[in-house]
């Protein structure tokens, strides 16, 4: 299995507000030597978590222990930029499986989808009542429910519905990369090309 499986995730999230926040912030260029999905967790927002000594910075969200869970709610327009794989690495490493915004870059979600990590888009209208709610009390839970297509934030009520590739929901509900999705029909493509013959 590549991933975890994805059905349905109830968490409190952690609220990065910012807006724009691009794929060079998520990860800066400088830790992306290594190959493998491994140890990018550490680099996730590092320029953002730490000074030029290494000192964590106590006004960064991560850093933060008032806030914790694996929902990251991020502003509009989240993942912008280069189109590094690596900044979707760094944010499943870490221990992030969905991502919540009112607009993400097309490559960054295509990338998420691919490593697990359910980016899901809502209006502007709910992701400030989310914020809103998280700042009242952080123990805010958020359920994100693949199969119904929905998010609800449970100390409201309010619920959203959110698209979903149906080729990529079958994968996040299985845990499988493109890889494990045709391991997982090759008898099908055997007898397929079998027939062909």
């Known amino acids: 299995m590549a991933y975890d499986k994805f059905t349905?995730?109830?968490?409190?999230?952690?609220?990065?507000?910012s807006e724009n926040v691009d794929t060079d912030q998520i990860i800066p260029a400088r830790f992306l030597k290594a190959t493998e999905r491994k140890g990018f967790g550490e680099a996730l927002?590092?320029?953002w978590r730490y000074d030029s000594e290494g000192?964590?910075?106590?006004?960064?969200?991560?850093n933060d222990p008032t806030y914790s869970g694996k929902i990251l709610v991020g502003g509009k327009n989240f993942g912008s930029g280069s189109s590094r794989e690596h900044a979707a690495w760094a944010i499943y490493d870490y221990g992030f499986r969905c991502v919540v915004s009112s607009f993400f870059a097309d490559i960054f979600k295509n990338n998420a989808l691919n490593v697990g990590i359910l980016p899901v888009t809502v209006t502007p209208e709910f992701l400030e009542e989310i914020f809103v709610e998280i700042e009242k009390d952080p123990n805010t839970e958020l359920e994100v429910n693949i199969h119904k297509q929905t998010i609800t934030l449970l100390s409201t009520g309010t619920q959203e519905s959110f698209e979903i590739n149906s080729y990529k929901k079958e994968n996040m509900i299985n845990g499988f990369d493109d890889i494990d999705y045709l391991l997982n029909i090759k008898d099908d493509i055997v007898s397929f090309e079998a027939n062909k013959r």
């Open 8 to 17: 349905i995730l109830k968490s409190t999230a952690v609220p990065l507000p």
């Open 45 to 47: 927002f590092r320029d």
């Open 55 to 62: 000192n964590p910075k106590p006004d960064f969200v991560l």
